[in-house]
């Protein structure tokens, strides 16, 4: 299971559109919207979690495409920044 990290998603966008963007490149286990945590508005940011190859194909086939009118940009998520390589 891979974490991909999708940014410049436009802010009217929601969960189903960005669902049904990424399912016609496998199954999508999860998605987190981020949002505003005054207004509920999407900041442009989200996270999806696939299957390995299913999100390398999506990574592949949708880095700087065009969705809803926005360029997106889609790359695996690196978890906090700071905390890669670090034990715990």
């Known amino acids: 299971m891979l974490t991909l990290f999708v940014r410049g998603l ?3 966008t929601n969960e189903a559109n ?4 990424f399912s016609t490149y496998g199954k999508v286990h999860s998605l987190k919207l981020n949002r505003d945590l005054f207004t509920g ?4 940011t ?3 979690n696939m299957e390995g190859h ?10 700087g495409t065009e969705f809803e009118g926005n360029s997106i940009y889609v790359n695996l ?3 906090p920044a700071g905390q890669r390589g670090r034990r715990r």
């Open 10 to 12: 436009p802010p009217n």
């Open 18 to 21: 960005v669902t049904a963007l």
């Open 41 to 44: 508005k999407v900041r442009g």
């Open 46 to 48: 989200a996270l999806v």
């Open 54 to 63: 299913e999100a390398r194909a999506a990574i592949a086939a949708l880095d």
């Open 77 to 79: 998520d690196k978890g």
